[in-house]
């Protein structure tokens, strides 16, 4: 009989907690935002990376792109 009692409040948990939430609309809302903002860093980042290729296969050397951090971290690693 434990076991139903303890589910029984489990259940009821669940309900207490799902009230206190935002309604659902304005989640998905929140969570599609923050997966175009995750969506748009990766974009910058592989951006990056492709900018970056040349500096790596040695092809950059002085014509890298100072705007661009990955290479030109990239150009100072070849200083080492």
Do not use: C, I, Y
Not at 16 to 40: K, T, Y
């Amino acid at each position: 009989m434990g076991v139903f009692k303890s589910m029984r409040d489990l259940t009821h948990q669940a309900r207490e907690v799902e009230r206190s939430l935002p309604p659902v609309g304005d989640r998905v809302a929140a969570a599609q935002a923050r997966m175009a903002r995750a969506n748009r860093m990766m974009a910058a980042q592989t951006q990056a990376a492709n900018a970056a290729a040349p500096a790596v296969a040695g092809t950059a050397g002085a014509s890298a792109d100072p705007s661009n951090p990955a290479a030109v971290w990239l150009d100072l690693e070849s200083l080492r």
